[in-house]
């Protein structure tokens, strides 16, 4: 089968190279083979690419950590069925594993693409804002990045949840799209200090749960307007910027700092990561979510595709096709 493969780290559009004689992977115990009909792109896929992921799958492996694929043999063999293919094979190959405990049906109103974009970003934007956050209705959500794939489901989920979702992202192209998302209001914090802007916008009380998948910046003004009893959900590090958290401004402001790594979950608590994908699926059967793709590109481009996540330059998420 055609898979890309990476055999030395670096950024993905030097890393990964199309192989056109990778052995098709023989499922196991307990797992299904499944030919890939979308891989949706992750940041993570770029981080692994370059080796600065949590993971570090053995040299040479097929990155793509998320897709919407057809079972191809078994009990479940045509079923439609979107999860995390088994590493060291990744997504980004005609055919991929997946544990078949952890591989959920793909909602029918959802075309491959979607699909395959529901997964990561919706669960993770879903466990930072009900298990982690506790976002209640009324209340204010802050989203950082928010035209980016996670961000644009914290967007639509946190609007389910009848929170007012104030968007923040970088530049006017990415403002339209979040705008388009359904956000309350959007900040450009390319052109105002978004820290004022939620103060303004809140009364000076400021954002009840603040959810961060950048750092840096993002996260250290976000302490500066959090409200009181407010909740920081820390997803991720995309400005590559680990920041130390001040925690006696923590105790003095009275907010919380929370951490969410979702993988745990399919581990630690799988009936959860599954009582949230049925909740996720009724949500876009009634239309109240949908990822938004923007781009979909042959599996001949992924690393081009990786290497447009990796460099900021997407927004929405990027799919690559299977054919």
Known sequence: MRAWQVTELGEPRAAMRLVGDVPRPVPGPGQLLVRVRAAAVNFPDALMVRGQYQVRPPLPFTPGVELCGEVVAGERAGERVIGNPVLPGGAFAEYA??????AFPAPGPLD???????HIGYQTA??????RAGLRPGETLLVHA??????????????AAGARV??????????AVAREL???????????????????ATGGRGAD???DPVGGAAFTGSTRCVAFEGRIVVVGFASGDIPAAALNHALVKNYSILGLHWGLYNSRDPQAVLA?????TELAGAGVVRPLVSARLPLARAADAVQRVADGRSTGRVVVLGE
């Open 209 to 211: 749960v603040v959810f």
């Open 276 to 280: 949230a994908h049925e909740e996720l």
């Open 166 to 175: 104030i968007a923040v992202v970088g530049g006017p192209g990415k403002a």
């Open 97 to 102: 594993l997946l544990e078949a405990a952890a």
């Open 182 to 200: 359904g956000a309350d209001l959007v900040v450009d914090r390319t052109a105002v200090d978004f820290t004022a802007a939620v103060k303004e």
């Open 146 to 159: 928010a035209a980016g794939g996670v961000g644009s489901a914290a967007v639509q989920l946190g609007r």
């Open 112 to 118: 491959d693409a979607e699909a395959a974009a529901l």
């Open 126 to 131: 879903w466990f930072a804002l009900h298990r």
